[in-house]
C-alpha cells in the first residue's frame, strides 16, 4: 500500500479469528512506523453490546495494552465488531479514551465468501463525493489482498479517488490518533494471548 501512494486504517483485535494479535507484532509496528493507522477491533471480537461495562471495558483494555507493547500508542478510533453499537458502549470508550466510534458505509463483503469481482464491483459503483466513504475490507483474506486492494487501488487513481486513513478521511491530524505515545517494547513472557 505505501508503495502505491496511500496509507489506510487497520482496526485489529486481541484474539479473535485469525489469532493471536502478539503472532503479528512486527507486521503491525512496520504498519504503524509506515504511516497507517491503528485502530482497536477489541480483544476477543464479541458482540460488545451483548456485554456488562467491566466486559466491554476489558474488551478495550486488553487491545490497547497489546498495542500499547507492540506500537508504543494506544489508539483513540474503535471500530465495534460486527458494527454493533450502542450509547452505553460508546460512553464507555469514550471513558477509556477514545475519540471516535468508526464505522463503515460501503461494505465490500469479502468476509462473505464474496469473489473479488463482486466486491470490487459493489466497492466502485458507489458515488464518491468530497465527504469521503469508508471502506470495509478484510486483510486476512488472501483474495481481498492479492486481488481486490489491486483492483481498487487502480481504478481510484484512474478516477481520482484519494485513499486515504479513516483519521485523515474525518479530517483529523495524525496527532489525535493514539494517546500514552511511548517507546515500542521488546517481546518478554507477558506477550501472549
Same mark, same amino acid.
Given at each position: 500500500?505505501?508503495?502505491?501512494?496511500?496509507?489506510?486504517?487497520?482496526?485489529?483485535?486481541?484474539?479473535?479469528?485469525?489469532?493471536?494479535?502478539?503472532?503479528?507484532?512486527?507486521?503491525?509496528?512496520?504498519?504503524?512506523?509506515?504511516?497507517?493507522?491503528?485502530?482497536?477491533?477489541?480483544?476477543?471480537?464479541?458482540?460488545?453490546?451483548?456485554?456488562?461495562?467491566?466486559?466491554?471495558?476489558?474488551?478495550?483494555?486488553?487491545?490497547?495494552?497489546?498495542?500499547?507493547?507492540?506500537?508504543?500508542?494506544?489508539?483513540?478510533?474503535?471500530?465495534?465488531?460486527?458494527?454493533?453499537?450502542?450509547?452505553?458502549?460508546?460512553?464507555?470508550?469514550?471513558?477509556?479514551?477514545?475519540?471516535?466510534?468508526?464505522?463503515?458505509?460501503?461494505?465490500?463483503?469479502?468476509?462473505?465468501? =464474496? !469473489?473479488? %469481482? @463482486? /466486491?470490487? *464491483?459493489?466497492? =466502485? !459503483?458507489? %458515488? @464518491? /463525493?468530497? *465527504?469521503?466513504?469508508?471502506?470495509?475490507?478484510?486483510?486476512?483474506?488472501?483474495?481481498?489482498?492479492?486481488?481486490?486492494?489491486?483492483?481498487?487501488?487502480?481504478?481510484?487513481?484512474?478516477?481520482?479517488?484519494?485513499?486515504?486513513?479513516?483519521?485523515?478521511?474525518?479530517?483529523?491530524?495524525?496527532?489525535?490518533?493514539?494517546?500514552?505515545?511511548?517507546?515500542?517494547?521488546?517481546?518478554?513472557?507477558?506477550?501472549?494471548?
Amino acid at each position: 500500500m505505501a508503495a502505491a501512494g496511500f496509507k489506510t486504517t487497520f482496526f485489529v483485535n486481541g484474539r479473535g479469528f485469525y489469532g493471536c494479535i502478539y503472532d503479528g507484532a512486527s507486521t503491525l509496528l512496520s504498519a504503524y512506523r509506515a504511516g497507517h493507522q491503528i485502530a482497536s477491533h477489541s480483544w476477543a471480537h464479541l458482540h460488545m453490546t451483548t456485554l456488562s461495562t467491566s466486559q466491554q471495558q476489558s474488551e478495550i483494555q486488553r487491545v490497547d495494552q497489546a498495542l500499547q507493547k507492540i506500537i508504543g500508542a494506544k489508539p483513540t478510533y474503535m471500530r465495534a465488531p460486527f458494527g454493533e453499537t450502542n450509547s452505553a458502549l460508546q460512553e464507555v470508550a469514550r471513558q477509556q479514551g477514545y475519540r471516535a466510534m468508526i464505522n463503515w458505509d460501503i461494505d465490500s463483503e469479502d468476509w462473505n465468501n =464474496q !469473489s473479488p %469481482s @463482486y /466486491s470490487f *464491483n459493489k466497492v =466502485q !459503483s458507489q %458515488s @464518491y /463525493s468530497s *465527504n469521503g466513504h469508508i471502506i470495509l475490507m478484510h486483510e486476512n483474506y488472501q483474495n481481498t489482498v492479492q486481488t481486490l486492494l489491486p483492483q481498487i487501488i487502480s481504478w481510484a487513481k484512474s478516477k481520482g479517488v484519494k485513499l486515504v486513513t479513516v483519521g485523515e478521511c474525518l479530517g483529523e491530524s495524525s496527532s489525535l490518533w493514539y494517546r500514552d505515545v511511548r517507546s515500542p517494547q521488546s517481546r518478554d513472557s507477558s506477550w501472549t494471548c
